[in-house]
Structure formats: C-alpha cells, structure tokens
Nanobody
C-alpha cells in the first residue's frame, strides 16, 4: 500500500519561503511520477506541480509558476516543494501524491481520492 507523509508547512509572512517534503513508501519511488496538490478552505483541490519519475520534467500551474520549484531525491524517496515569494492566496493544505498521478506537459492531476494527512501552509499578509 502506497503511503505518503508530508511535512514542512507552517505560518509565514507574505514574501517568505517554505520548503515542503514528502516521503513515500510502498512503491518503486524512482519510477513514479509525483505531484503536489493543494486545497484552500471552501475550494476544490488543485494541482500545483507535477514532476516526472526522473525529475527531468516538471509542470507548474500558472498560479505558482516562477515561485515554486518541484524536485525529488530518488535515493531518499523524497519529494520537495520549494516555495518562494509566498502570497496569502497560497494558504492551503498541501498534499503530495505518488500514485495515479496524471502528468503531461500541459496537465497535472490525479485520479482517485486517497490522500495523506497533508501539511498546512498559512501565509499572512
């Protein structure tokens, strides 16, 4: 069974930075396309960024492009999301996904409804 554990969230002022981490188990990590998704209160979950199994390809939603960097360390079974220039509208619960990720050059989505516990990011103005 695939399990993911997200960490690194917190409270930060607008303009600040955070780095999220996600460790995954129960799968062949270095063969899995992975993604970061987020859900703000009262809104649908949205795909923020996806990364290919090798780390060689990434996708970013327009809302985070140029500010967030998705990376992975396959030797450590860990996915990262470096978030810079944070804005209040980035406030959300952030989730990573290592299974059923739909990743194309123009799309980052996920099939299924099984998620980890997430990590909360709150950006104050």
């Amino acid at each position: 069974q695939v399990q993911v554990v997200e960490s690194g969230g917190g409270l930060v002022q607008a303009g600040g930075s955070l780095r999220l981490s996600c460790t995954a188990s129960g799968l062949t990590f270095n063969l899995a396309n992975m993604g970061w998704f987020r859900q703000a209160p009262g809104k649908d979950r949205e795909g923020g960024s996806c990364i290919s199994w090798s780390g060689g390809s990434t996708y970013y939603a327009d809302s985070v492009k140029g500010r967030f960097t998705n990376s992975r360390d396959n030797a450590k079974n860990t996915l990262y999301l470096q978030m810079n220039s944070l804005k209040p509208e980035d406030t959300a619960m952030y989730y990573c996904a290592a299974r059923d990720v739909v990743f194309t050059p123009t799309r980052c989505a996920r099939r299924g409804n099984s998620w980890g516990q997430g990590t909360q990011v709150t950006v104050s103005s």
